[in-house]
Every structure is written in structure tokens, then in C-alpha cells.
């Protein structure tokens, strides 16, 4: 059988063509390998040290530290105080974000710069603002107390911190998803007769699914972190309000690294289970939506 004289060309044709392609980002080799490096000098390493030293412990050690019941009572706190921090920040993001992206008002830049106060405020200072609002003597607190509302030093102030902080992802995460939306269908929509709830329910929430659960799953991580906005409100009683970063924070102060690290692992591989279910679910919108 014959071989073509020009078959070495055409196994090269594809390295000599992606030799001659120039990126549109000028020095990408340069900036890719910085950019490598200090993700793993910041994030990669840390994780690995933690995860490395994790791993040295026993089975049993590692189960004793992770899963005594001070640390399964923190778990429940936190769990419980994010969970109801991202419910009502998915709501409440949802409407800062069409308030923002939808109606021109005055003002409207000074609102949008102070959702992302959370992010510019040191957390401590949040705390503090927090508890001074909600103590029985507060602001709010004053008022609060005589119906037998507890806020600070109890499990509603906790979530209240949480939600305090992490409001910025959610609305950051739908608002430029409404900005960029097409009016032109929900017009369509009311002239066929539609309502304003079926306008919502099957042409918007749709398109914003997937950027809610973005932000709700960011705003459920960052909750789990938090640790300078809850101290100062908590109250801080193990089994009743304290969080697994507290926690952790008390067994390195105890020179327990082991302990701290097998309840850190613990909590972030809940945040990195979480992040990968939330990839699955926009997954499947993003196909459901295709396939209609």
C-alpha cells in the first residue's frame, strides 16, 4: 500500500497552525504563570497544608475531634443561621437587585454603593454595629425585648450577622443578569395576555435561576466563614450560639491544631459539597433550557 508523500505535512498541519495563532492576550504564558503561582501560594497551599495535616490524623482521631457533640452543636448553628441568611438573602438580593437594575430614582447610586458596604466594613466592625442595634438597650433592641424578641446573644442575631454580610453576592450575582435581559419578551408577554406573576414565573425566574443560585451558594459559603460579625453578637455559650469557626479558633488557642484542623476540614468539605451541587443544578437548568 502507498503512503502519500505529503502525510508529514498533514500530521504537522495542526502544531504549525497553533504555532502561528498569537493570543489576543498579550505575554499569556508570562501572566498565566503568575497568575498559577499565586493561587497556589494563596489558596492551593494553605488548602494542602490543611488537608496534609488532616490526613495524618487517625480514622478515630480524626472522627473523636470532628464530631464530639460541642462540635456537632456548632455544626447545627451554623448550618441553621446560614441557611436562613441565604433564604432571606436570596429574597431580599432578588429585590435590591430589580430596584437597581429596573427604575432610575434619586439616590439610586448612593444605594448601590452602600450594598457593597459589607464588603469595605471590617466584619468586627459589623459586629459591633450589630450587637449595639440589637441589644435589649439598642436601637431596635429596646423595642424588640419587651415582646420577648430575643436578637443579640441568641441564634437569631447569628443568621441576622450572616445575612448582614453575605447580601452583596446575591445581588452582585443578579444584577447585571437583569440589566442585560431583553424587554422585548416580557412586552410580548403582557400583549399576549399574560399576567404579571406568568410574566415572572416563566420568563424571568427562568433566565435568573441560575445567577440566583450563584449568588445564594456564595452567600452560603461566606456564611459559614464568617466569624468577626458573629462574636460580637452571638453571645458565644457552647451548645446554644456557638459557630465552628469560634470553635476552631478556641482549640488553636488550646494548641489542639489537630482538633482545629479536622473541624475546618470538616466545614470545608460541606462548602465544597455545596458549591458542586449548585454546578450540578445550573447544569441541568442550562440543558433544560436548550432542550426547550
Known amino acids: 500500500m502507498s503512503v ?5 505535512q498533514r500530521r504537522a498541519a495542526p502544531f504549525l497552525n497553533w504555532k502561528r495563532r498569537r493570543s489576543v492576550l498579550p505575554g499569556f504564558s508570562l501572566t498565566m504563570g503568575i497568575t498559577l503561582f499565586y493561587l497556589g ?15 495524618g490524623l487517625g480514622l478515630d482521631e480524626f472522627l473523636r475531634a470532628a464530631f464530639n457533640p ?9 448550618l441553621l443561621s446560614a441557611a436562613e441568611a441565604t433564604a432571606f438573602n436570596a429574597c431580599a438580593g432578588l429585590l435590591f437587585a ?6 432610575d430614582f434619586p439616590g439610586r447610586r448612593v444605594m448601590d454603593a452602600i450594598i457593597d458596604l459589607p464588603f469595605a466594613m471590617p466584619t468586627a466592625v459589623a459586629g459591633l454595629a450589630l450587637s449595639t442595634a440589637f441589644a435589649h438597650n439598642g436601637w431596635l433592641g429596646q423595642y ?5 424578641i430575643k436578637i443579640a446573644h441568641a441564634q437569631p442575631g447569628i443568621a441576622i450577622a450572616m445575612a448582614f454580610t ?29 399576567t404579571e406573576g406568568q410574566i415572572f414565573r416563566r420568563i424571568l425566574l427562568p433566565t435568573i435561576l441560575p445567577a440566583v443560585l450563584a449568588g445564594a451558594s456564595l452567600a452560603f459559603a461566606r456564611s459559614l466563614g464568617e466569624f468577626g460579625a458573629i462574636i460580637f453578637i452571638a453571645g458565644n455559650r457552647p451548645f446554644d450560639t456557638e459557630i465552628s469557626a469560634l470553635l476552631i479558633f478556641i482549640r488553636l488557642e488550646e494548641y489542639e491544631f489537630g482538633a482545629a484542623t479536622a473541624i475546618a476540614t470538616t466545614v470545608l468539605l ?15 437548568h442550562q440543558r433544560y433550557l436548550r432542550r426547550g
Open 270 to 284: 460541606a462548602a465544597f459539597a455545596l458549591m458542586l451541587l449548585t454546578n450540578l443544578v445550573q447544569s441541568w
Open 98 to 103: 430589580w430596584v437597581l437594575a429596573r427604575y
Open 166 to 194: 453575605s447580601l452583596p453576592f446575591v445581588v452582585r450575582s443578579i444584577q447585571p443578569v437583569l440589566e442585560d435581559m431583553d424587554r422585548d419578551v416580557e412586552e410580548a408577554g403582557r400583549t399576549l395576555g399574560a
Open 144 to 148: 424588640l425585648d419587651p415582646l420577648g
Open 41 to 55: 501560594l494563596i489558596v492551593l497551599l494553605p488548602l494542602g497544608v490543611m488537608l496534609t495535616r488532616a490526613a
Open 70 to 78: 460541642r462540635a456537632v452543636a456548632t455544626y447545627k448553628v451554623t
Open 4 to 8: 502519500p508523500a505529503d502525510i508529514g
